[in-house]
């Protein structure tokens, strides 16, 4: 086992205890608002290429398409009362600590395609990022997150994997946590 595996389950385990009991509210509060699961499961692509469910709190309707959330037509429509907050802050993010925890994902990695992202999963494979495990958070991730078009996403994945070690995850953590606190870079 890597220490970047062992960091991850330790500190998967640590946030899912500190967070238990906000994570209890959220999802009453998503169904509250909104008619469905407070989980949605969405089936994205892990490292080489291998699929797997990744659970978030919903924050869109249960009858919107699976597809990115830049492709619908006007995504603030299919938002449920509560998921542009979530979304903003990030909150529903939370349940993919579930993921990292059972190594299907790490704490810092190139963010996992919708399985239907065709051009996103052909450019990383081209590039080898398929490789890498995906990440709860990434350089492309605090570098515009819902702002970068597909080739600055594969460039800064490319980027990350060149440069990857423990200390230049911490960076990404430590950026990721002052972009989350300021709202930055989600644009619904």
Same mark, same amino acid.
């Given at each position: ?11 998967? /385990?640590?946030?899912?205890?500190? $967070? ?31 699929? $797997? ?19 619908? @037509?006007?995504?603030?429509? #299919? ?16 349940? +993919? ?19 239907? +992202?065709?051009?996103? /999963? ?7 990022? #398929? ?18 078009? /597909? ?5 800064? @994945? ?9 200390? $230049?995850?911490?960076? /990404? ?9 300021? $709202?930055?870079?989600?644009? #619904?």
């Amino acid at each position: 086992m890597t220490a970047k595996r062992i960091i991850d389950i330790l500190a998967s /385990i640590a946030v899912l205890l500190a $967070f238990s009991l906000p994570m209890v509210v959220i999802a009453i509060a998503v169904r509250v608002t909104s008619p469905g699961p407070a989980l949605y499961w969405s089936s994205r692509v892990g490292k080489n290429n291998e699929l $797997f469910q990744m659970p978030k709190f919903r924050t869109m309707r249960t009858n919107t398409p699976a597809v990115a959330t830049h492709l619908l @037509d006007d995504p603030s429509r #299919h938002l449920t009362p509560i998921g542009s907050f979530l979304r903003k802050t990030s909150l529903d993010e939370l349940p +993919q600590l579930w993921c990292v925890l059972i190594g299907q994902m790490s704490l810092v990695g190139p963010r996992p395609a919708l399985f239907n +992202q065709d051009d996103l /999963i052909a450019a990383r494979t081209m590039e080898g990022v #398929h490789q890498l495990s995906p990440g709860l958070t990434g350089w492309a991730q605090v570098n515009g997150r819902d702002e970068l078009a /597909i080739p600055e996403k594969v460039a800064y @994945d490319v980027d990350y994997m060149r440069r990857s070690s423990f200390l $230049f995850d911490l960076k /990404i953590i430590a950026m990721t946590s002052v972009k989350v606190l300021g $709202f930055k870079g989600v644009s #619904h």
